[in-house]
Every structure is written in C-alpha cells, then in structure tokens.
C-alpha cells in the first residue's frame, strides 16, 4: 500500500508493505462496533510476519497502534524493536485504554487494554521508517489482532537549560543556605555540597520541582546539623538535574 491517506483524506508519503502470516478480518463482539478495533490484521501465532511503515514525512512523531483480537487469547504483544507492549485482546470495551506493561509472565492475563504508544514528545520517533511486529505472548493461545494505527507529528523535543547558580546567600544566624539557579519548568533538582570540588557525595536537598512560571529556582536549605560541614573554611555547592 502506498501513499497511505492522512485524517483529512489527503494522500501522504508514507507507504506500508506486509508479507502473508496475518490476514484482515473483523472481530466479533457489539463492544467494538464504531471502534478501530472491529477489524484489522488477524494472527495467531507467536511470530506473525511484521509490517514496515516507510518514508514517514516527519522529523519527530509518534505511533499509536491500535490492538484488538479474540476472546479466546489472554495475551498478546506489539513491538516496535524498542519498546515491546503487552495486552489482554478481548473485545471489552470500544473505550480507548492505553497499555502500559512492558514484561509478561506466561500463563498469566496481560491487562486488558486496545491502543499502545510509540515514542513521545521528549523521545520522539526520527526515522523514516518504522517496523512493527506482533503476536502471542509465550505460552498464549488463540488469536490477537491489530486494528490500525495513527502516525501523530510531533514538536521537537524541548531543550533543557544546564542548571547554572545564580545567586548564593547565607544567613549565619538562622543557617539559612539560599541558592538560585537556571532551570526548566517540569525538571527536578538536587543540590549537593563539596569540601574539595572532588567529592559531592553529600547531597543537601532533593526532588525540587522547577518552578513553572520562571526559569530559575530558589530553594532555602537549613544547614544547621550538617555534621560533614562544621567548622569548614570552604563550602562549594552544585545543583543537579535529576
């Protein structure tokens, strides 16, 4: 299949090409009327020939794969030679549940589910082209099936601002440490402390939220108790994106 149509019935790009093993068929099941699951690609076996997306027009997307199947299987798999997702195909529900599970234990249900995700704002897919496989999880049954799928463009990744100290402070009487550094809204920090610039294993706060409406933070540190930094001449401080 070439020049796949996009959401607006215009033609794209991208092109899709699959070798036998897997047929189209509808599955069974009110639940899914109106649904992407209520037809698509059949198998049942555990290694069902792959199918290949290419000259994908984007820099950054991702891939939302729609997974359907039988009632008789309890797990299946979808994998895009990175990220390998896990889920119950029976025809439960036409409401969209994402799959998160990554491993499988055999002869256990995967967790019901129809859609997985590949790739994401901060780690987007790049290539032109993209392979993805599926079939039964080990020791599974039955058949699975994929309904479809959405290439979804994305923005570039964001970029993260080294954290970079802009002010110190520190009040004697209260042992009040005040430090205000560079950073990006949604990241997390750490401040750590050094007697010598060699060891920052002493770690004097963590898990501080950016603040969203600015790009720097300030975080206030009581420094009395700090056993390892009594009666020292020299203090060095550095801040860490978790």
Do not use: C, H
């Not at 390998?84 to 055999?106: G, H, M, N, V």
């Not at 002869?107 to 790739?119: I, L, Q, R």
């Amino acid at each position: 299949m070439s020049d796949l149509q996009n959401s607006e019935g215009n033609a794209t790009t991208v092109d899709m090409t699959r070798s036998g093993g897997a047929r189209s068929g509808s599955f069974s099941g009110a639940p899914l009327n109106g649904s992407p699951m209520k037809a698509g690609l059949q198998f049942f076996g555990a290694s069902s020939p792959p199918f290949t997306l290419s000259q994908i027009p984007y820099a950054n997307y991702k891939i939302i794969v729609y997974l359907t199947g039988f009632n008789g299987n309890n797990a299946s798999f979808v994998s895009d030679g990175n990220s390998t997702f896990y889920w119950d195909p029976k025809a439960f529900s036409s409401i969209l549940t994402e799959t998160l599970q990554t491993t499988y234990e055999e002869g256990t249900d995967a967790v019901k589910s129809n859609y997985a995700v590949f790739g994401s704002v901060a780690a987007p897919l790049t290539d032109t082209s993209i392979t993805i496989s599926f079939g039964l999880a080990p020791g599974a049954s039955g058949g699975g099936g994929i309904g479809g799928f959405q290439i979804v463009s994305l923005p570039d990744p964001p970029t993260t601002v080294k954290p970079e100290v802009k002010e110190v402070s520190f009040d004697s009487v209260s042992s009040l440490l005040s430090l205000t550094w560079s950073s990006d809204p949604g990241q997390t920090y750490a401040v750590k402390a050094s007697t010598d610039l060699s060891n920052w294993g002493l770690e004097l706060a963590t898990s501080i939220d950016a603040r969203e409406d600015s790009d720097t933070t300030t975080e206030e540190i009581d420094l009395s108790g700090v056993l390892e930094l009594e009666d020292q001449k020299k203090i060095y401080f550095r801040v860490e994106r978790l």
